[in-house]
């Protein structure tokens, strides 16, 4: 049984579509697309390719894998929705999740028409991955482990991974989310994607090199596999802006910006962590590999943080009664904010 066995039946013969101008290696005059010129933006007239050569030999280079086995996506949000619809047969597949995690997986799966299996964490978050082996049915096509995850921002080892793998062969693919990698200090699954073809590993751009606003994001995974997903991809998926600006933050000079940028939110949320810790507002702080920090408590604080003008993220966790807070680890001055707004708590609860 090999990975294409996995893949919806329907999709296996399906072709990509294919602009005219992607058959042609060299031309004068490109009259193929319904293109109009004028506008005095030579440079965003033309579609953009559906895989910039340059964006793709950056990233490869960057994530440390191959060129064939990277796929460039409008943020990790389309990674996960390529996989539902190339693994995911509506109303017959499932995926499985642990929670709490990215509500996204369960959302794109709704959307697809798939049935959804939960592996609660243990009070601590801590995914137990022979429980998530042994949840798993022929059913389940896809299995979706974030690391760092979000909101609790705990990791999952690398060879935590690898054992779900080699339980997975021939069974479903393993999703490992890493948007938050560039914060944690332990091994990407990356390095994995050569022993295992039923590996995807998601990365973005979004959170470490703080560029949300592009909405790139990129699939690795093995050259069979994206070759496949590829067949579902939009003819021109990233905007001719959005690549320009990829490729700078994917420069040896915008990567070392960046770690010393993923160096400071480190730094700060390690005295956000101390400093909400004392606290009298909050119940508990969790240790977290992301750039974010997940707060517990018995008050209101998001009603609190809203009326100070500050939006945090209420989150929905266990079945009691207690109020769970993810904070995003932002600026020395927008961090002080927080702590100064949440000292303030008791006073206003009074």
């Known amino acids: 049984m ?10 296996r013969d399906m072709r990509p579509y294919q602009s005219a101008r992607s058959l042609v290696n060299d031309a004068d005059l490109f009259l193929d697309a319904n293109e109009c010129q004028g506008n005095g933006k030579p440079e965003l007239c033309r579609y953009p390719k559906q895989q910039p050569e340059e964006l793709i030999k950056l990233a490869s280079q960057y994530y440390q894998c191959e060129t064939d086995q990277l796929l460039a996506t409008r943020g990790s949000d389309e990674g ?3 996989l539902l619809r190339l693994f ?19 959302v794109a799966a709704r959307i697809q028409g798939a049935g959804i299996d939960v592996v609660d964490t243990a009070p601590d978050f801590y995914v137990d991955i022979n429980r998530m082996r ?13 690391s760092p995850n979000n909101p609790t921002g705990t990791t999952i080892p690398k060879k935590d991974i690898a054992l779900l793998c080699e339980a997975m062969l021939d069974k479903a693919i393993v999703v490992v989310d890493e948007a938050y990698q560039e914060f944690s200090d332990k091994e990407s699954a990356v390095s994995l994607v050569d022993t295992y073809d039923n590996l995807v590993v998601l990365r973005t751009l979004s959170k470490a090199f703080g560029l949300a606003g592009l909405r790139v994001g990129f699939m690795i995974a093995s050259s069979a596999l994206i070759n496949y997903a590829r067949v579902l991809l939009a003819p021109y998926p990233l905007p001719t802006p959005s690549i320009d600006n990829a490729i700078d933050a994917l420069s040896a000079c915008s990567i070392k910006d960046m770690h010393v940028r993923v160096d400071s939110v480190k730094e700060q949320r390690e005295l956000m962590y ?6 009298d507002c909050v119940e508990k702080v969790y240790q977290s590999a ?5 707060l517990k408590s018995s008050l ?35 961090n002080a904010r927080v702590v100064s707004s949440l000292a303030e708590v008791e006073v206003c609860y009074d």
């Open 2 to 11: 090999s990975i294409i066995d996995l893949i919806r039946q329907d999709l």
């Open 80 to 82: 996960i929705d390529l």
């Open 88 to 106: 995911v047969q509506a109303y017959k597949d499932k995926i499985l999740i642990f929670k709490p995690t990215f509500g996204m997986y369960e």
């Open 134 to 146: 042994d949840a798993t049915t022929r059913e389940h096509k896809l299995v979706f482990l974030c």
């Open 274 to 279: 101390s400093t909400l810790s004392q606290l």
């Open 290 to 294: 992301g750039n974010f920090l997940l």
């Open 300 to 334: 209101d604080l998001y009603t609190h943080l809203l009326r100070d003008g500050i939006v945090a993220r209420r989150q929905a966790i266990g079945s009691d009664d207690d109020n769970y807070l993810r904070i995003t680890i932002s600026t020395p001055e927008e």
